[in-house]
């Protein structure tokens, strides 16, 4: 509707679409330096994959851009 499309347009200029991707790739990022420092200190006692911490954020990560994509696809 014409409505919608305004309100994603407001949303569009005020680059609440941006933040949020800008969030899922801060997530991202700091994951991959978790997994980084588990593979290039593997010899030392800290694992961060063990704890399943690092499965469960990507889980969730997953979700947000399935939300993301989802939210994208109305206009909204």
């Known amino acids: 509707s014409t409505e919608q499309a305004a309100r994603s347009a407001q949303r569009s200029l005020q680059g609440e679409f941006s ?13 991959r330096l978790y997994i980084e420092a588990s593979i290039d200190f593997s010899d030392e006692d800290i694992d961060f994959l063990a704890t399943g911490h690092i499965a469960e ?18 206009g909204c």
């Open 19 to 31: 933040r949020r991707i800008d969030a899922l790739v801060a997530a991202l990022i700091e994951l």
């Open 57 to 74: 954020r990507l889980t969730q990560l997953a979700a947000q851009v399935d939300a993301v994509h989802a939210s994208a696809r109305q």
